[in-house]
């Protein structure tokens, strides 16, 4: 499996911003893409494991989530081998911890986060005043 580290996340206030950074090891994302899409989801206690927004090509096609539009952008830097989550305007709403993953495809929903495919440890995003 791959092996997915997460970091970023942190305390934010209502309308902040925040980036998040996955990095992969033994494999660049580049790799993965061929066969695999990749993503950062979310769950939130209590909740279920949402998308948040997602590679699902390799020629760089994304999905995302209603939530995420005009706020949140992925993207990669396939020289640091790292997948990115910029955040903006963030609302209390978008406390959660967030997870990078990677699987043969990106369903709007789990039940859990990290049931299938490979997922990082997660990073926790908190907004809050």
């Known amino acids: 499996q791959v092996q997915l580290v997460e970091s970023g996340g942190g305390l934010v206030r209502p309308g902040g911003s925040l980036r998040l950074s996955c990095t992969a090891s033994s494999i660049t994302f580049s790799d993965i893409l061929l066969k695999n899409a990749v993503g950062w989801y979310r769950q939130a206690p209590g909740k279920d494991c949402d998308l948040v927004a997602a590679f699902t090509t390799a020629d760089g096609k994304t999905n995302y989530a209603d939530s995420a539009k005009g706020r949140f952008t992925i993207s990669k830097d396939n020289a640091k081998n790292t997948l990115y989550l910029q955040m903006n305007n963030l609302k209390p709403e978008d406390t959660a911890v967030y997870y990078c993953?990677?699987?043969?495809?990106?369903?709007?929903?789990?039940?859990?986060?990290?049931?299938?495919?490979?997922w990082g440890q997660g990073t926790q995003v908190t907004v809050s005043s």
């Open positions: 993953m990677t699987d043969s495809w990106t369903p709007n929903h789990y039940s859990d986060c990290g049931l299938f495919g490979s």
